[in-house]
């Protein structure tokens, strides 16, 4: 049987910033893929590097002080880190191919120009129709994602629309592109609790019906195993476990992810239950060891931990069970 080809796959990609204090490796030879319509969730605390990850692979990195200094992104065959950041093919992946939904959706969508106008910009930019057909389609957009008088919507500017409202016209747009992948980073943090799980359930409503493939970015573990197919989990710029949801769930093998799994509240948990958290703050990217970067905060770690090269990713149980944990290669040895 020849291998599924998967959607995206990011090999080896490895991202910098050259700062004052040094270079700060945020993606540190990060591999990935998402299948056709499959859900992936990348999760790991603040600064370990997820949406460096991810805005390298939509060319989307501010250099200077950024460099992506190598490693590749198959979309559909081809290498798009490959295009220069502004040609018409990196350009037509950015929307067309993959649409990037952020945390604040003021980053993306411009202040002065209203909601209408940039839907039908957007549609026009990746398909040959008229402006009055542009606007139509945007209309029926708005009105895709469950936005209320989805004609009146479209005269308002970003600004005139509630933080829920704006996250939904992102969404909006991906589903005018009929992009294939979505990249959600933080979609829902900046958003009240009510309206964070709105505009969750309308993304994987959306991301069902159009059958894209989705890959969500967060530091919340517990929420993304609701959904998602696959975890990703990232430490110090570097993925340290990838598995199936059930896989990662059930069998978590990095002391990281175990740390990762204990966090998440139980929802039956009342208020006084104790959470446990991870002890210690993450290394400084501009100073990292040669060897494992979780050792110095890792309950298990011994002498080996602390004084061999960082682990590689190694086959931990199944086929897509990976972790990188000298512990979990003692474990076979013995
Ligand atoms: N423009 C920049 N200049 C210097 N360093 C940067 C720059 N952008 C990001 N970094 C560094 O790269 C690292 C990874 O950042 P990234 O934004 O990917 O983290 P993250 O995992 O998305 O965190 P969060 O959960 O807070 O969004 C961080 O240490 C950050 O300080
Ligand atoms: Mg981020």
Redesign the pocket.
């Known amino acids: 049987m020849a291998e599924k080809k998967h959607l995206l796959e990011v090999n080896h990609l490895k ?1 910098s ?3 004052d204090s040094g270079e ?1 490796k ?2 540190n030879d990060v591999s990935y893929y998402v299948d056709e319509q499959e859900i992936v969730a ?1 999760v ?12 390298s692979v939509m060319q989307l ?2 250099s200077p ?2 460099k992506i200094l190598g490693g590749e992104a198959i979309l559909e065959g081809r290498d798009i880190l490959k295009f220069r950041p502004d040609s018409k093919e990196m350009r037509a992946v950015r929307g067309e191919k993959i649409s990037m939904i952020f ?1 604040e959706p003021m980053t993306s969508l411009n202040p002065v120009i209203t909601v209408g106008k940039q839907l039908t910009e957007v549609i026009r930019t990746h398909k040959k129709v008229s402006k009055k057909d542009a606007w139509q389609m945007g209309i029926s957009a708005l009105a895709s994602v469950g936005i209320p008088e989805p004609e009146a919507r479209m005269k308002n500017y970003p600004f005139e629309m509630s933080g829920g409202m704006r996250q939904r016209v992102m969404i909006a747009v991906a589903v005018a592109c009929n992009s294939r992948l979505i990249v959600a ?2 979609p829902t ?1 900046a958003l009240d609790v009510t309206t964070q799980a709105q505009v969750m359930e309308l993304l994987l409503d959306v991301v069902d019906k159009m059958k894209t493939s989705l890959i969500v ?3 919340n573990l517990g929420l993304v195993t609701r959904y998602a197919d696959r975890i990703y989990v ?1 430490y110090a ?1 570097r993925i340290i476990e990838s598995g199936t949801t059930e896989e990662l769930m059930t069998k978590p093998c990095h002391p990281y992810t175990i740390g990762l799994l204990s966090a998440v509240p139980k929802l039956d948990a009342d208020e006084q239950t104790h959470l446990t958290t991870i002890e210690g703050a ?1 290394p ?3 100073n990292l060891p040669d060897v494992c970067a979780f050792a110095p905060r890792c309950p298990y770690a011994d002498e080996e931990c602390k004084n061999s090269t960082h682990p590689e990713l190694r086959l931990a149980d199944g086929h897509t069970h990976f972790a990188a944990c000298h512990r979990k290669i003692r474990r076979e040895e013995t």
């Open positions: 991202t910033f050259f700062t700060v945020a993606v990348v790991g605390e603040s600064g370990c590097g997820k949406s460096v990850t991810q805005m990195i501010q002080p950024g945390q980073d933080e943090t970015v967060t530091h990232m710029g993450p400084d990217l501009a």
